[in-house]
T-cell receptor
Framework: ETGVTQSPTHLIKTRGQQVTLRCSSQ?????VSWYQQALGQGPQFIFQ???????GRGNFPPRFSGLQFPNYSSELNVNALELDDSALYLC??????????????FGPGTRLLVL | AQSVTQLGSHVSVSEGALVLLRCNYS??????LFWYVQYPNQGLQLLLK??????LVKGINGFEAEFKKSETSFHLTKPSAHMSDAAEYFC?????????????FGKGTKLSVKP
């Protein structure tokens, strides 16, 4: 069984650019959540996708957007990058509806550096 | 507002000693509670979770945690630390009425194990 995978592993961008991060969910999982983990902090919830629809969103501006594809893989897009967007971006998948209490399985993350 | 507090950003123990990592939450309704571990340059791995069944929860690698409603706590313990336990540990909660899939994480506790 393949776990959650993310690409790329590392990325360097400059302020104002746009970035796309990718996530493949664990086999059999139809729900994907994205988190931002700044240095020295715990992860913060960005949003969740269930069956290609956004199913919940944290306190992040609209320049953070996402997609989920029919195979349940997902993308996180960030426009107009700011220095504070530098962080580890984690993707997590879960097997059903992303209901409360359901275990989320995390990928290794993409480390983004904005200069 | 719901929140999670992890007391102690850094805990150091000797190999073979008791590990105690503290987590307190703030909520007016019973939450679901999780402990995750993060090894360097990796994603998060679930250690254990509480979803309103038994208050003492056993997880992987010899860890366990006890939900104490009166103290709003969910401390993580392991009787005997091993060198391989050195990592960062995150307590997380999700709340009924919260955004679907929204795990709220504490800031983490870095565990060091001395030989």
């Amino acid at each position: 069984e393949t776990g959650v995978t993310q690409s790329p592993t590392h990325l360097i961008k400059t302020r104002g650019q746009q970035v796309t991060l990718r996530c493949s969910s664990q086999s059999g999982h139809n729900t994907v959540s994205w988190y931002q983990q700044a240095l020295g902090q715990g992860p913060q919830f960005i949003f969740q996708y269930y069956r290609e629809e956004e199913n919940g969103r944290g306190n992040f501006p609209p320049r953070f957007s996402g997609l989920q594809f029919p195979n349940y893989s997902s993308e996180l897009n960030v426009n107009a990058l700011e220095l504070d967007d530098s962080a580890l971006y984690l993707c997590a998948s879960s097997p059903r509806t992303g209901a409360l209490g359901e275990t989320q399985y995390f990928g290794p993350g993409t480390r983004l550096l904005v200069l | 507002a719901q929140s999670v507090t992890q007391l102690g950003s850094h805990v150091s123990v000797s190999e073979g000693a008791l590990v105690l990592l503290r987590c307190n939450y703030s909520s007016s309704v019973p939450p679901y509670l999780f402990w995750y571990v993060q090894y360097p340059n990796q994603g998060l791995q679930l250690l254990l979770k509480y979803t309103s069944a038994a208050t003492l929860v056993k997880g992987i690698n010899g860890f366990e945690a006890e939900f104490k409603k009166s103290e709003t706590s969910f401390h993580l313990t392991k009787p005997s630390a091993h060198m391989s336990d050195a990592a960062e540990y995150f307590c997380a909660v999700s709340f009924p009425g919260g955004s679907q899939g929204n795990l709220i994480f504490g800031k983490g506790t870095k565990l060091s194990v001395k030989p």
